[in-house]
């Protein structure tokens, strides 16, 4: 099903391995680190355009917060009648009210194909979609620290032994990515939460946001210490949780100076909705 995403995947990673295993080695972890890395990075700026048409539209719902208060007083029985009038309003200053899910949609995908091509480093595998027999054997010989990249923390004894590995050193190598993926994690959703209009605009929804920049780094605590999280996926999220809060910082200072250089906002009202006609009683 992922096919069409794992093979451009598994493309970018080859390359940049290609690059990183030309001046550290092939089998080096450092040369797969920073290529993963990278993979991120190339990813991540291509994602930069539909990532700012986030940040915008959540800067242009914050201005339409006075009259989205005005809507859910007067239309306060009328939940159907609330929600035409919302939709209408964004429609027509040109706000999606779904705007925000899209860059992290697309990403979906990709994180399920790296796994995928992550899991495809098998032992005794002769390729792995781009990579060849020996970029399989170059995977599964490179390690960081003792800790083989390929290997997860919650894997069996056994199987750790025979990958040349053991738990103390995957503890050693991957209890810190967790630590400081979930750290980045926090202080990303937390720069967020200060950004997004929706939070201010529906108290319900920023109660629960509210618990999101401490559950989400929890979840990729349980995930990396009990599940088959390779320490390959963990350098994913941490390049990618980086990425994004260092993206949120300088794309958010940059909307700020375009919307404070526009000057106060021109809020059209939205136009009245058309009521069926009524026949008879």
Do not use: C
């Not at 002769?126 to 995977?139: A, E, K, L, Y």
């Not at 979840?219 to 996926?233: C, K, R």
């Amino acid at each position: 099903m992922f096919d069409v995403f794992t093979y451009p995947v598994s493309a970018v990673l080859w390359l940049w391995h290609r690059v990183f295993g030309a001046v550290f080695g092939p089998a080096s972890g450092i040369a797969w680190a920073l290529a993963i890395a990278f993979l991120v990075f190339t990813i991540r700026a291509l994602l930069i355009k539909p990532a700012l048409h986030q940040l915008r539209s959540a800067r242009r719902t914050q201005q339409l917060a006075p009259q989205v208060a005005v809507i859910r007083k007067k239309y306060r029985t009328d939940r159907n009648r609330q929600a035409a009038e919302m939709q209408k309003l964004y429609a027509d200053n040109g706000v999606s009210m779904f705007g925000g899910i899209g860059p992290m949609l697309l990403q979906l995908p990709v994180v399920l194909s790296l796994y995928g091509v992550l899991r495809g480093f098998a032992p005794g595998a002769t390729s792995n979609r781009i990579f060849d027999r020996s970029g399989v054997d170059s995977f599964l010989g490179a390690h960081l620290f003792g800790a083989r990249i390929g290997n997860w923390i919650s894997q069996p004894a056994a199987d750790l032994l025979q990958a040349g590995t053991g738990r103390p050193e995957l503890l050693a190598v991957g209890l810190p990515l967790i630590l400081l993926a979930g750290a980045a994690t926090f202080l990303s959703m937390r720069l967020s939460m200060r950004r997004s209009a929706l939070l201010r605009a529906d108290p319900q929804v920023s109660a629960i946001s509210r618990l999101m920049p401490y559950l989400a780094p929890l979840g990729l605590l349980v995930s990396g210490l009990l599940f088959p999280v390779p320490l390959a996926l963990l350098l994913y999220f941490l390049a990618t949780n980086v990425w994004t809060l260092g993206q949120t910082h300088f794309l958010g200072r940059k909307v700020d100076r375009e919307f404070s250089a526009a000057g106060p906002p021109k809020v059209k009202r939205p136009s009245r909705i058309r009521q069926s006609p009524t026949f008879g009683r």
